[in-house]
C-alpha cells in the first residue's frame, strides 16, 4: 500500500502548478495580452507589492544599475525590458514677480515717498487657499517725471575689462554706451534678508520683488527604445528622445540641425534660439571691442577666437515636457501703505564709483506702525505654477493703471534646466490594505515631512526634501509630503560636462489617458493620471465633500504626476543604481494559455534566480480606492500663525490592483508546499515503520536460511528481490510524471527525494535484518553482568511500593536485595515507557502526523491562488493513504502485546508489583497517548508557524481543522484492555521474570 501511496504522490506532484501559474490559470482571460508580463525590482527578500499609487512601481530602498537591465535583456525567453525611475530636478526659479508703476507725468520735481509693502501668494489645491509665501518690505518710491537717462560715465584708467585673456578698454564694449535708466524705487526687506532697485524708463518703473513659487520637476527617466517598443504607437511623442538621447549628451551644432530638419514648437523654440544667438553674435563681431581684440591678436600673431567673448554653447541633454505643468490655482495679493515723504535721494553721481545706499527707512515701518491703506491688488498668479515658464507676474500699483507690460525676452525660447543636482524619488508603500464595509479595499498614507512651496529664489528642495521631517510646519507654505529622496548627491562634475537640459518635445494629456486606456489596469510607473477627490473629512474643517485634492511639489499629496521625461541612459544621472524598475515582456507570448502562462512564469524564475523580485502583473486592473490620510498640512491664511497638522480624512485615488500572480509568486504557495512536504514525509515514513517493523521476521528467517547454509551474499539478494518490483516501477513512473509535469524541475526534484530516501530507508532495513550475530569469548565480568546482580533484582511491592529500602522478608542468609523503584503514578509509567520506547512511540507520532497533514488544504480552497486541484487533492490522497496505514501497522502491534502472556505482559509485571487493575490501564492510557498527543499539539502549533509565517489570512480554521484530526487519530490508536491477574500478588518477582519486562523505569 505505501509503494500505491508513493505513486500516487508522484502523480499528484507531475500535476502541481506554481502558485502563479495556477492564479493566472484561474483569474485571467486566455485570449488576452498585457502590455508587459513581469515587473522586476530589486529587492527580493521583501513582500510583493500588491497595490500601486499612480505613477509608482516601487517603493523599496535598493535600486538597480543599467547592468542588471542587461543582466534581466541576456536571459532566454526576455523580448523587452524597459527600465524606468523617478527624480526630482530642483527648479531654478528668480524674482518672477514685478510691480510696474506708472509715471506721475504732472509731477516733475523728484518727490520721494515711504511705503510698507506686503506681497502674498495664495494657493489653492482644491481644499481651500492657503498662505504659500508672504513678503514685507520697505519702499523708498518716486514717481517724478524727470530725465530718465543719466550721463554713461566710463573710467578707462580705473577700469578693466577683456576678451578671452586680452585686456580692453570698457569704453569700446556696447553696454559702456547704453543710457542708463534711472533708479526710481528702493526696497529692503524689513527682516534684512534681500534688497533690490528699480528704474524708470520714463513711463513706468519696474520693480522686482521676491516672491516666486517653488518650480521643481518630477522627472521620469526612461530607455526611449525600449519604452517605444512597450507603447507602440501610442509612444510616438518619444521620437525626439530617440533621435537624440544617448549616454552622452548631444552637442548643439547637432541639436539645431536636427532642429531644422522638424516642425514642431520645441524645433521652431530652439530655431528661434540659434537665430538669436546668431544675431548677437554678428552684432559683437562687428563692435569695436572685437575689432581691437582681433587687432591686437594679430599683432601677437595670433588669430582671434570668435567666441572668445560669447563662448560655445555647451552639449545638452533633451528631454520632453507635460504640455500642462500647471496645477492648481495660485493668486497673488499686494497691500500697500503710504507714510508719506522720506528723505533725500542718494546721488548716483556722487557714488558712480562705489557702492549707493538705500534711502532711510522711516521708525513708523520698520515698527509695524499703521499707515494709509492704499486700494488692495488681487491677480491670478497660475502662471508661476508653470516651472517652464520664463514669464513674469506683473501687479498694478494699487489704484493705476499701468501701461501693458512688454512681451517677454523669451516668448518662444526652448526650457532649459539645470541637470547638476536631481535626487532619486523614493515613493512611500502605503499602509496595510483592508477591505471595507462595501467589499472594496481601502489603504493608509501618513505624511513623513514637510516641503516648502514658496522662498525669496530658487528652489528650496534642499532645504525640505533633503531635511524631511526636519522642515518646521509652523512656517507658512509648507505642505506635507508622501515620499522622500533617496540619493543627495549626484556626484561632482567632471570638466567641461554639461549642466543643462533642454526640452526637445512633449506630450500631452489627451495622450498620457490613450497610454493608460492601452495599459488596461497594469501599471507602467508613468502617464497614469493622479487626480484624487475628498470623499469624507475627519473632523469638520470646513472642507467640501466632493472637491478635487492635489499636492503642490512633486512629492505632495496625489501630485505623482509625469512632468518630465529623459533618457536614463544620460551620463547627466550619474548614480550607479539609478533604475527603480524593469518592466518586462516575455517572448513568443501571444496570450495567456497554458503555454503562454507557462512560459511567463519560467521567466520570472529565472530572473529571480538572479536575485531580483518578479512580480507577475497579469490580470492587474485599475479600481477607485478609498485612501485615509493622516500627517496632512491644513496650510494656514496668517503667517503668525501655525497651520493644523492632523487626519485629513477619506479620499478617492485609482491606483492599480495587481492580480492574483503578483502574490502568489513564481514558486509553489505556502498551502501546497506545506501539503506536498507533509504527505511526502507521511508516505515516507509509513514505508519507514513497516520496513522497520519487518526486520525482526527477516532476522528470523535469515537465521534459518543461515543454518541451511546459505551464504550473507545469497541472503541479502533473497530480501532485496522483494524490491526488486517496487522500486523500478517507482523509477518508471517517476521519469513518465516529470516528462508530462507541469512543472518538470519541481517534478523532478520530489521524485529525486522520494526514490533516494525510499532507497535509503530499504538498504538500511536490510543491512538490520541479514546482518550474522556476532560471537566471541566473554569475560567474567560480562558474563556476570549478563546473568546479572548477584543480588536478587526485585520490585517494590504495595503498600509499600513508594518507599526506598530493603524488603524486610529477604532471607538474611541471602545478599541484600536491590530494590527496583518504581514511579509514583500510573501517567509517569506511561510518559517515561513512552520516552524510552522510541520505537514503539514514534509510529504512533508519525501516524497522527500523517493524518494531520492534508487537513488544512481542504476547509479553505481559496486559502491561496488555483484553490483545490486534482494535484492537491492526490497529494492529500497519499498523506491519508500513508497514515491509514501506520493506523493500522501501529494497532496490529498493540493486538499482538496485548495477546501475550499475562506474566510476560508490562501490565502483568506491574499488576504483579502491586498496582490496581484502574492503576494497570491509566498506565496503559498515558503510554499509547503520549506521543500521539504531543504529535498533535506540536503539529498544530508548527502549522500555525508556518501559515502565519507565509501570510497567509485566517489560520485558524486549518490549524483547528489539523488538531481535530489528530485528537480523532490519536483516539484511534487507544490499546486494548490489557488482562492484569485477577488480584495483586504478594509475592516477590525474582529477578530472571523481571528480565522480560524491558523498559520500565528504575
Request: glycine share 10%.
Amino acid at each position: 500500500m505505501t509503494v500505491g501511496a508513493l505513486a500516487v504522490l508522484l502523480l499528484g506532484s507531475a500535476l502541481l502548478q506554481d502558485a502563479a501559474s495556477a492564479a493566472l490559470a484561474a483569474s485571467v482571460d486566455p485570449s488576452s495580452r498585457g502590455i508587459y508580463d513581469i515587473l522586476v525590482t530589486a529587492d527580493a527578500a521583501s513582500e510583493a507589492p500588491t497595490l500601486l499609487a499612480p505613477n509608482s512601481l516601487y517603493t523599496g530602498e535598493e535600486q538597480l544599475s543599467l547592468a542588471d537591465v542587461e543582466a534581466i535583456r541576456a536571459l532566454a525567453g526576455v523580448d523587452l525590458a524597459a527600465p524606468i525611475a523617478q527624480i526630482v530636478v530642483p527648479g531654478q526659479r528668480g524674482y518672477q514677480t514685478q510691480v510696474r508703476i506708472p509715471v506721475d507725468l504732472g509731477q516733475p520735481v523728484s518727490a520721494p515717498e515711504s511705503y510698507r509693502a506686503v506681497l502674498r501668494l495664495l494657493g489653492d489645491s482644491g481644499l481651500g487657499e492657503r498662505l504659500i509665501t508672504e513678503n514685507t518690505a520697505a519702499l523708498t518710491l518716486d514717481r517724478a517725471n524727470v530725465p530718465p537717462e543719466l550721463p554713461a560715465v566710463v573710467d578707462d584708467v580705473n577700469s578693466s575689462c577683456s576678451i578671452g585673456a586680452v585686456a580692453i578698454p570698457c569704453s569700446l564694449f556696447p553696454w559702456a554706451s547704453a543710457p542708463r535708466w534711472r533708479t526710481a524705487v528702493w526696497m529692503e526687506a524689513l527682516d534684512g534678508t534681500y534688497s533690490s532697485t528699480g528704474e524708470s524708463d520714463g513711463q513706468t518703473i519696474t520693480l522686482h520683488m521676491p516672491a516666486s513659487f517653488s518650480g521643481d520637476l518630477r522627472m521620469t527617466l526612461i530607455d526611449p527604445n525600449a519604452e517605444r517598443a512597450l507603447l507602440g504607437t501610442a509612444g510616438g511623442f518619444l521620437d525626439p528622445l530617440i533621435d537624440l538621447g544617448g549616454p552622452a549628451p548631444v552637442d548643439y551644432d547637432a541639436l539645431e540641425s536636427w532642429a531644422e530638419a522638424h516642425d514642431t514648437p520645441a524645433a521652431r523654440a530652439i530655431n528661434a534660439t540659434a537665430r538669436a544667438t546668431q544675431k548677437f553674435q554678428d552684432e559683437f563681431l562687428a563692435g569695436a571691442a572685437y575689432l581691437e581684440y582681433a587687432r591686437i591678436m594679430r599683432e601677437r600673431g595670433e588669430e582671434p577666437d570668435p567666441n572668445a567673448y560669447t563662448g560655445t554653447m555647451m552639449p545638452v541633454v533633451p528631454m520632453l515636457l507635460a504640455d500642462d505643468l500647471a496645477a492648481g490655482a495660485l493668486r497673488a495679493e499686494l497691500s500697500v501703505e503710504s507714510f508719506g515723504p522720506s528723505g533725500p535721494l542718494p546721488d548716483p553721481l556722487e557714488n558712480s564709483g562705489g557702492y549707493v545706499p538705500n534711502p532711510p527707512i522711516p521708525d513708523a515701518v520698520r515698527n509695524g506702525d499703521p499707515g494709509v491703506a492704499l486700494p488692495p491688488v488681487s491677480i491670478d498668479a497660475s502662471v508661476l505654477l508653470n516651472p517652464a515658464s520664463y514669464g513674469a507676474l506683473s501687479l498694478p500699483w494699487p489704484g493705476t493703471v499701468p501701461r501693458p507690460a512688454p512681451e517677454s525676452a523669451f516668448p518662444d525660447y526652448p526650457f532649459y534646466v539645470d541637470l547638476s543636482s536631481p535626487v532619486s524619488v523614493h515613493d512611500l508603500a502605503p499602509g496595510v490594505a483592508t477591505v471595507g464595509s462595501e467589499g472594496a479595499q481601502e489603504v493608509r498614507l501618513d505624511g513623513v515631512g514637510f516641503h516648502k512651496l514658496g522662498g525669496d529664489a530658487g528652489s528650496v528642495l534642499n532645504e525640505s526634501l533633503r531635511g524631511g521631517a526636519d522642515v518646521n510646519p509652523d512656517l507658512a507654505g509648507t505642505e506635507s509630503v508622501f515620499g522622500v529622496v533617496r540619493a543627495r548627491e549626484r556626484g561632482v562634475p567632471t570638466q567641461g560636462e554639461y549642466r543643462a537640459g533642454i526640452s526637445v518635445g512633449g506630450f500631452s494629456t489627451g495622450g498620457q489617458r490613450a497610454i493608460t486606456e492601452l495599459a488596461a489596469g497594469i501599471p507602467l510607473g508613468a502617464y497614469e493620471p493622479s487626480d484624487a477627490t475628498l470623499l469624507a473629512t475627519a473632523d469638520d474643517e470646513g472642507l467640501s465633500v466632493g472637491s478635487p485634492v492635489a499636492g503642490f511639489g512633486p512629492l505632495g499629496l496625489a501630485a505623482g504626476r509625469t512632468s518630465a521625461i529623459a533618457d536614463i541612459n544620460s551620463v547627466a544621472f550619474r548614480s550607479e543604481n539609478k533604475v527603480d524598475a524593469v518592466r518586462v515582456r516575455v517572448a513568443g507570448v501571444e496570450r495567456y494559455d497554458a503555454a503562454g502562462i507557462s512560459a511567463v512564469t519560467q521567466a520570472a524564475r529565472k530572473i529571480e534566480r538572479l536575485g531580483y523580485r518578479a512580480t507577475i502583473v497579469a490580470g492587474s486592473q485599475g479600481e477607485d480606492l478609498k485612501v485615509s490620510v493622516g500627517g496632512y498640512a491644513f496650510g494656514t491664511m496668517d503667517a503668525a500663525t501655525p497651520q493644523r497638522v492632523g487626519e485629513l480624512g477619506v479620499i478617492q485615488q485609482r491606483w492599480s490592483v495587481l492580480g492574483p500572480a503578483a502574490a502568489a509568486g513564481a514558486g509553489l504557495g505556502a498551502g501546497t508546499q506545506l501539503l506536498l512536504g507533509t504527505a511526502l514525509l507521511a508516505v515516507l515514513g509509513a514505508f519507514a515503520v513497516i520496513e522497520a517493523g519487518a526486520v525482526s521476521a527477516r532476522r528470523r528467517e535469515a537465521a534459518v536460511l543461515r543454518g541451511l547454509g546459505w551464504r550473507s551474499r545469497r541472503i541479502v539478494a533473497w530480501f532485496a528481490a522483494e524490491h526488486a518490483v517496487a522500486l523500478p516501477v517507482l523509477a518508471a513512473a517517476g521519469l513518465a510524471a516529470v516528462l508530462v509535469a507541469a512543472d518538470p524541475g519541481l517534478t523532478a526534484t520530489v521524485v529525486a527525494a522520494a526514490l533516494l530516501a525510499g532507497t535509503a530507508i530499504a538498504l538500511t532495513a536490510l543491512a538490520r535484518a541479514t546482518r550474522a550475530p556476532r560471537a566471541w569469548t566473554a569475560s567474567e565480568a560480562e558474563l556476570q553482568h549478563a546473568r546479572g546482580d548477584a543480588r536478587a533484582r526485585e520490585f517494590e511491592r504495595r503498600p509499600e511500593a513508594r518507599v526506598l529500602g530493603a524488603d524486610p522478608s529477604a532471607a538474611e542468609s541471602l545478599p541484600a536485595a536491590r530494590i527496583v523503584r518504581m514511579p509514583r503514578s500510573p501517567l509517569l509509567w506511561g510518559l517515561q515507557r513512552a520516552w524510552r520506547s522510541p520505537a514503539a512511540s514514534l509510529p504512533r507520532a508519525a501516524a497522527v502526523g500523517a493524518v494531520m497533514a492534508p487537513s488544512p488544504r481542504s476547509p479553505r480552497p481559496s486559502a491561496e491562488p488555483g484553490g483545490v486541484g486534482p494535484a492537491q487533492l492526490l497529494l492529500a490522497g497519499a498523506g491519508v493513504a500513508a497514515g491509514l496505514v501506520l493506523l493500522a501497522v501501529v494497532r496490529q502491534r498493540d493486538r499482538e502485546v496485548a495477546t501475550l502472556e499475562p506474566g510476560d505482559a508490562p501490565a502483568a509485571v506491574l499488576a504483579a508489583s502491586g498496582w490496581l487493575p484502574r492503576e494497570v490501564r491509566l498506565a496503559a492510557l498515558a503510554e499509547s497517548l503520549a506521543a500521539p498527543l504531543a504529535a498533535a499539539l506540536l503539529g498544530s502549533y508548527a502549522l500555525w508557524f508556518v501559515l502565519s509565517s507565509a501570510g497567509i489570512d485566517s489560520v485558524n480554521t486549518p490549524v483547528s481543522a489539523a488538531l481535530v484530526a489528530g485528537l480523532a487519530a490519536a483516539l484511534l490508536l487507544l490499546p486494548p484492555r490489557p488482562r492484569p491477574s485477577s488480584s495483586p500478588s504478594a509475592e516477590k518477582i525474582p529477578a530472571r521474570k523481571a528480565a522480560l519486562s524491558r523498559g520500565i523505569a528504575s
